[in-house]
Structure formats: C-alpha cells, structure tokens
C-alpha cells in the first residue's frame, strides 16, 4: 500500500503491564502530529482518529488533550499517541520484544 507507515498498532496501555509502560514512558520524546502520521501511514491515522471520535468538528490537531510520541516499548521502536493519559502503541511492522515485567 503506498504511503502505508512502518509502525503498526499493537494495542493500548490498559492492555500492557506496568513495567513496560513505565520502560517506554522513560524513553519518550515528543514528535509532530505530521511525524506521528507519517510514522503510522494514513489509514490507520484515519481509523484512530474516528475510533477516539474525531471529525471534522472536533479536530484532533484542535485538541490538547492528545500528544505525539516516539520511545522504545518492550525492546522495539515506537510511536505512540497519548489520549487522555492513555496511550496507544505503535511499533516498528507491529513487532515487540520480551516484556519487562518478564525479564525479573
């Protein structure tokens, strides 16, 4: 698929483990909303911002509420969008290593 970004949706923090949130909360880094989208590719940018209930008059560029982010989660490169302090993590072709709360 053309434009199709390299960093797939793995899932959302309530779905992780403490340790592997806080690993990649360490990691973080704030990107643009146009890196963030090129990171992911423009179809699944349009499927998270309609599933978080965004339109046309409701902007997610319009709302605070929302950050762009690049960070390391279990062992792999990630991007991650924060949505009321809840995150939804992409990684790199949708791969993640060991979780740390495995590596005690």
């Given at each position: 698929m053309k434009?199709?970004?390299?960093?797939?949706?793995v899932h959302s923090c309530p779905s992780s483990t403490y340790e592997d949130i806080q690993a990649l909360m360490e990691s973080e880094r704030s990107v643009s909303l146009a890196t963030f989208r090129s990171?992911?590719?423009?179809q699944q940018w349009r499927e998270i911002r309609d599933n978080l209930g965004y339109d046309h008059y409701l902007p997610?560029?319009?709302d605070w509420?929302?950050?762009?982010?690049?960070?390391?989660y279990r062992h792999t490169p990630a991007y991650f969008l924060r949505h009321s302090r809840i995150e939804y993590i992409f990684t790199l072709d949708g791969k993640m290593g060991p979780s740390h709360s495995e590596e005690s």
């Open positions: 434009n199709a970004g390299r960093f797939h949706f990171a992911i590719g423009p997610i560029s319009k509420h929302v950050g762009y982010y690049k960070g390391v």
